[in-house]
């Protein structure tokens, strides 16, 4: 079966610092697709990043970067100097591939305050 | 392109009522598919579709209906609502070539 933990329910930081939310998969398929989503207070979800497990090049995208170890079977997602926009509720996510590609697997949810 | 789009927004019922949360996409994906949101349960998968006419359930399907007639569109159908069925539901649609999900804006559900 497949499982998605994120361990950090809840986390404050003070704007401008940097805040790393981790996230810890369990699958027995050899290739699958990792997510991250954000879902703002808005409500609705954020397609953020999807990795696939075949690429474990760690990726940066302005103030986020994701790190990557299938070795840990982690994907944990970090943003640098956060920002009050940052304040949401964050994702992650499993899939396998062809037909279970639909079939997303989502951890808790961590969600990030950012305190001006 | 509207993308996945949810009706209605919020929605109140009683134990007991039936009613149908609508989903459509213009995407033309073949993979949609049901989530129910739940308080520090992240989202759960109810049932999905990989194509018109193919539904099959997914995590948490009790309690829930769905058909697929059309690319377009599919409809979650309580028969009987319940109060644990208060949620927040969220479609999903995605195309074969494995890009991300697209989701719509959600259905707030109340079941008094």
């Known amino acids: 079966a497949q499982k998605v933990t994120q361990a950090q329910t809840e986390i404050s930081v003070v704007e401008k610092e940097d805040v790393t939310l981790d996230c810890v998969y369990e699958?027995?398929?050899?290739?699958?697709?990792l997510f991250w989503y954000k879902q703002p207070p808005s409500g609705e979800l954020v397609f953020l990043i999807r990795?696939?497990?075949?690429?474990?090049q760690n990726e940066i995208s302005g103030r986020y970067s994701w790190n990557f170890q299938k070795s840990t079977s982690s994907f944990n997602f970090t943003i640098t100097a956060s920002q009050v926009v940052d304040s949401a509720v964050y994702f992650c996510?499993?899939?396998?591939?062809?037909?279970?590609?639909?079939?997303?697997?989502f951890g808790q949810g961590t969600r990030l305050t950012i305190n001006p | 392109n509207a993308g996945v789009t949810q009706t209605p927004k919020f929605q109140v019922l009683k134990t007991g009522q039936s009613m149908t949360l609508q989903c459509a996409q213009d995407?033309?994906?073949?993979?949609m598919s049901w989530y129910r949101q739940d308080p520090g349960m992240g989202l759960r998968l109810i049932h999905y579709?990989?194509?018109?006419?193919?539904?099959d359930q997914g995590e948490v399907p009790n309690g829930y209906n769905v058909s697929r007639s059309t690319t377009e569109d599919f409809p979650l159908r309580l028969l009987s609502a319940a109060p644990s069925q208060t949620s927040v539901y969220f479609c999903?649609?995605?195309?074969?070539?494995?890009?991300?999900?697209?989701f719509g804006q959600g259905t707030r559900l109340t079941v008094v």
């Open positions: 996510a499993l899939s396998g591939l062809g037909q279970g590609a639909q079939k997303l697997v």
């Open positions: 699958t027995r398929d050899t290739t699958y697709y």
């Open positions: 579709s990989v194509g018109a006419g193919i539904t």
């Open positions: 990795r696939n497990s075949f690429d474990e």
């Open positions: 999903a649609s995605r195309g074969r070539q494995n890009t991300e999900a697209f």
């Open positions: 995407m033309n994906h073949e993979y």
